[in-house]
């Protein structure tokens, strides 16, 4: 199974602030790298799909970026409601794999 | 747009089988991958594995001997069925759509996949 490893697993930051998560994997996956985020009690949102595609919807203050094991989540001017858990998953193979989770808190 | 609804029993007995169903609506079966995914009180996502409406399939190795998903066509649903559950079994059981999103570029026909439509969710509680 491929490893996904985030990091860091929390992170406390303020509204307006500009906040990078890293995910890297155990082994080449290409482009082949998924951002999901999930609010308490409710399922996870696509937000980037292969690294550094915004799916619809999503606003441009998230991108993605990077290629092979090393990949980044960015986001350029936190709002009140990205608050929440963010997940990175591969889908070069199977079993796919997710992440940790890394825990976006207000300071 | 399309959307999906899990339902199943929400309190099992240890040594039960699990049985999920997800229904698709607002779309057809017949197209993508329809994944099962879970996540432990407090903990992060595990992805169980996904069924392509012509049946083929993929398990997660961790869970492969007490796995078994399956589509029915016909009513545009796919189900999951886990036995010999535990405690550790203990979680809430998603349902996706494993999409296939974007053409990989220079490579016609291939593409990037994710899971781009997600059930609500449906706790599951393994306790006696």
């Known amino acids: 199974d491929i490893q996904m490893t985030q990091s860091p697993s929390s992170l406390s930051a303020s509204v307006g602030d500009r906040v990078t998560i890293t995910c890297r994997a155990s082994r080449g996956i290409s482009s082949f790298l998924n951002w999901y985020q999930q609010k308490p009690g409710k399922a996870p949102n696509l937000l980037i799909y292969?690294?550094?595609n915004l799916q619809n919807g999503v606003p441009s203050r998230f991108s993605g970026s990077g290629s092979g094991t090393d990949f980044t989540l960015t986001i350029s001017s936190l709002q009140p409601e990205d608050f929440a858990t963010y997940y990175c998953q591969q889908s070069y193979n199977t079993p796919r794999t997710f992440g940790q989770g890394t825990k976006l808190e207000i300071k | 747009q399309v959307q999906l609804q899990e339902s199943g029993p929400g309190l099992l007995r240890p040594s039960e089988t699990l049985s999920l169903s997800c229904t698709v609506s607002g779309g057809s079966i017949s197209s993508h991958y329809w994944s099962w995914i879970r996540q432990p009180p407090g903990k992060g996502l595990e992805w169980i594995g996904y069924?392509?409406?012509?049946?083929?399939?993929s398990y997660n190795p961790s869970l492969k001997s007490r796995v078994t998903i399956s589509v029915d066509t016909s009513k545009n649903q796919f189900s999951l069925k886990l036995s010999s559950l535990t405690a550790a079994d203990t979680a809430v059981y998603y349902c996706g759509r494993e999409g296939n999103i974007a053409e990989r570029p220079g490579q016609a026909g291939y593409y990037y996949y994710a899971l781009d439509v997600w059930g609500q969710g449906t706790t599951v509680t393994v306790s006696s």
């Open positions: 292969a690294a550094a």
């Open positions: 069924i392509y409406y012509t049946g083929s399939i």
